[in-house]
């Protein structure tokens, strides 16, 4: 799950992780690759914006563009979570639903989940979330409080599991 390599500046998104504060970054897949290769999700993506256009020295105006972008926005993979956590209860909370998560994303007959898978589904579609919430912060999109994020990352596989 973590790649750790020099951090260029630039690709950057936040100055700690944003579970636990940490400086040390490494890459975080927003989407797990054992998913794309469940889901087969398209090779680019498309990012609609609006561009500013002077149309004479007076007057402005604001017109929507679209622009295709290798890669589609499963692949991500930004700078947002120190190894420690991409490498420890992340990877754990990925490795539980991967036990389980084939028929959930291919079978076309409903799936029933016992108590235990439906707390490891829950906690890892909120690290999804949370991971989501950061590949555009330049609209201040950011819902979840870094107390609530601190406190999923201090909750451990077993007590998620073992909770009534």
């Not at 609609?48 to 105006?61: G, I």
């Not at 420890?88 to 959930?104: A, C, H, N, V, Y």
């Not at 077993?158 to 009534?164: D, N």
Request: net charge positive; proline share 5%.
């Amino acid at each position: 799950m973590a790649k750790r390599k020099s951090i260029d500046r630039r690709m950057r998104h936040v100055a700690g992780c944003i579970f636990c504060g940490c400086k040390d970054l490494s890459r975080t897949h927003i989407w797990p690759n054992w998913l794309n290769t469940l889901l087969s999700p398209p090779a680019f993506r498309l990012l609609e914006f609006e561009a500013p256009t002077r149309l004479t020295d007076n007057t402005k105006n604001n017109r929507k563009k679209a622009e295709v972008w290798p890669g589609s926005i499963f692949t991500q993979k930004p700078y947002l979570c120190c190894i420690p956590c991409n490498t420890g209860w992340m990877q754990r909370f990925e490795d539980e639903m991967l036990k389980f998560s084939t028929p959930i994303f291919q079978s076309s007959k409903p799936v029933t989940l016992d108590r235990r898978q439906l707390r490891v589904f829950v906690v890892w579609l909120s690290i999804i979330i949370i991971l989501a919430e950061y590949i555009d912060t330049s609209k201040g999109s950011i819902s979840i409080s870094l107390e609530d994020r601190k406190y999923l990352s201090r909750a451990s596989l077993f007590a998620v599991l073992s909770s009534h």
